[in-house]
């Protein structure tokens, strides 16, 4: 149980468009997905908070015009890398808690190579 | 306050040794400590998780033991293996935020 899947795997995009990412919990509800970003080698950064209905809440320094989020049902969250540029290539994490629980299951990933 | 501190950076074990992965954290209103295990290319998978009120946690190979007073935890791997090298991730939270803040991970390297 508790399954997060990510879609795609990894994408390759030219420098100025932009890529979505979707987040999907399979067999649960998930009122609450959070999105992170994890560069080579170092610890998972949060961006963004989103819940279910909501506007996504961002972290610090992160560029809500940029990474935009929409979570539209208990089951769905998406992020979208909007003017891709080089220095946005990451690895993109999402994982999703369960409704009233702490524990959060995280999705196997996204690579983004911004050329 | 927000900050977990993770130590060691990296660890090299010999296979059937014990690897122990030891975290910080200042935070009082912490109150649920997960281990995530990351393999290359792949997301976090959760491993163990404990919650203050208890000392230890046990699950097969893997013991969390918390230490409130102190305000640290530790991941024990028993008779490790070399399907055990990956980062290990600690992790803190509270009920009121749910977001998770992570230590800066510790990669495990075990020799056959």
């Known amino acids: 149980g508790a399954v997060v899947s990510q879609h795609p795997s990894w994408v390759i995009c030219k420098s100025g468009t932009s890529v979505k990412i979707e987040c999907r919990s399979l067999?649960?509800?998930?009122?609450?997905m959070f999105w992170y970003r994890q560069f080579p080698k170092q610890s998972l950064m949060l961006m963004a908070t989103?819940?279910?209905?909501?506007?996504?809440?961002?972290e610090q320094g992160v560029e809500k015009d940029k990474f935009l989020i929409n979570h539209a049902s208990l089951t769905l969250s998406t992020l979208t890398v909007t003017s891709a540029h080089p220095e946005d290539s990451s690895f993109y994490i999402c994982?999703?808690?369960?409704?009233?629980?702490?524990?959060?299951?995280f999705g196997p990933g996204t690579r983004l190579t911004v050329l | 306050q927000q900050q977990v501190k993770q130590s060691p950076q990296s660890l090299i074990v010999q296979k059937g040794g014990i690897s122990i992965i030891n975290c910080a954290y200042e935070?009082?209103?912490?109150?649920?400590f997960p281990w995530y295990q990351q393999f290359p290319g792949k997301g976090p998978a959760l491993l163990i998780a404990i919650r203050p009120d208890v000392s230890e946690k046990k699950e097969g190979r893997f013991t969390i033991s918390f230490n409130k007073s102190a305000k640290q935890f530790s991941l024990h791997i028993m008779d490790s293996q070399p399907g055990d090298s990956a980062t290990y991730f600690c992790a803190a939270t509270s009920g009121n935020t749910g977001k998770l803040i992570f230590g800066q991970g510790t990669t495990l390297q075990v020799k056959p």
């Open positions: 994982s999703a808690s369960l409704i009233r629980a702490n524990t959060q299951y």
């Open positions: 935070n009082t209103a912490f109150d649920y």
């Open positions: 989103s819940n279910e209905g909501s506007k996504a809440t961002y």
């Open positions: 067999d649960f509800q998930a009122t609450t």
